[in-house]
């Protein structure tokens, strides 16, 4: 299995991503991994980690998810592996709860996220997002 971590998604990702049908919520699987030290493209802020970095776009985030009806239901750190094997742990795993494939689109699109992408940058080195959806009851 190949694993490659990006900070954003190749064109082609993203549009089978957001070009799939429509089926309402869906948990979205976050596994992050920081910079050691923050790298504003502004060279501001240089004294933070890349953790403290993305903790800044992750607080105001969690407010654009609430907004457009998401929930954070889980974040925290990596603390070890119990099963398998890859070459570097991620740093954080965090779940997100969207209402829609549209809803996140919208939200991943709007002028507020824009203002905020600043320290996704600055702090993440790279991240795999894993869409869930959860499965029917028998």
Known sequence: MKVENAVFPHPEQAMTFFGAPEDGPYVMVNLLKFKAKAEYADGSDAHLSGREAYARYGAEVTKLVEALG???LYSGAVTSLMIGEVE?????????EYP???????MAMSPEMHAIEHHRKAGLAGQ????????LAP
């Open 70 to 72: 998401g929930r954070m």
């Open 88 to 96: 570097d742990l991620w740093d954080m795993v965090a779940l997100v």
């Open 100 to 106: 829609s494939l549209e809803a996140f689109r919208n």
């Open 128 to 135: 795999l997002n894993i869409r869930t959806k959860a499965a």
